[in-house]
């Protein structure tokens, strides 16, 4: 069974850093480019961030660029999402989110399994 | 980046009424459209992928259409269970967007 469990949410004040963990099951990573995706209390989804398989495609959203930085620790089967110079507007729960569909080499993905998310406070 | 807006933004429906949500991309994303059911303080869950294709486990009463820029999904006969909020997410192009949401209420 495939599952996707978070952690290291919490309260931060502006400016600060977390960092987010997210341990696969069921699936290797080595296999599956996986995402971070993250909503707002009362908000709609924002994709945040995308890791390949090989760990060698990056994406991010330009929210966040320059300012998070994702990761993965195969031997793990963890992802990971170190988040500096955090502010308000950041305060979401974030979900790591399984989605690398390839369509003639390209990536088109959807977001087939997802963790229960873990909440992110970013206030004073 | 491609924006993406549903419509309408929430729906008050019976259950067993036909419902529809439609979702509208800025610019042609060919049939890379998926759909998302989201309850109150849980995940989404994917419901249909490629616009029409229907993701194992979901039940048949959802269906997806459309291409280019217009998409529709379907519940042909709403359960009490459905009750949730409804995503669309395109998979053509970085940053990938999704809709504002649409919300099905209990009429």
């Known amino acids: 069974e495939v599952q996707l469990v978070e952690s290291g949410g919490g309260l931060v004040q502006p400016g600060g850093s977390l960092r987010l963990s997210c341990g696969a099951s069921?699936?290797?990573?080595?296999?599956?480019?996986v995402n971070w995706v993250r909503q707002a209390p009362g908000k709609g989804l924002e994709w945040v961030s995308y890791i390949s398989s090989s760990g060698t495609t990056i994406y991010y959203a330009d929210s966040v660029k320059g300012r998070f930085t994702i990761s993965k620790d195969t031997a793990k089967n963890s992802l990971y999402l170190q988040m500096n110079s955090l502010r308000a507007e950041d305060t979401a729960v974030y979900y790591c989110a399984r989605g690398s569909t390839m369509v003639r080499g390209v990536l088109k993905p959807y977001f087939d399994y997802w963790g229960q998310g873990t909440l992110v406070t970013v206030s004073s | 980046d491609i924006q993406m807006t549903q419509s309408p933004s929430s729906l008050s429906a019976s259950v067993g009424d036909r419902v529809t949500i439609t979702c509208r991309a800025s610019q042609s994303i060919s049939s890379y459209l998926n759909w998302y059911q989201q309850k109150p303080g849980k995940a989404p869950n994917l419901l249909i992928y490629a616009a029409s294709s229907l993701q194992n486990g979901v039940p048949s009463r959802f269906s997806g259409s459309g291409s280019g820029t217009d998409f529709t999904l379907t519940i042909s006969s709403l359960q009490p269970d459905d009750f949730a909020a409804y995503y669309c997410q395109q998979g053509y192009d970085s940053p990938w967007t999704f809709g504002q949401g649409t919300y099905v209420e209990i009429k």
């Open positions: 069921g699936f290797s990573l080595s296999n599956f480019g």
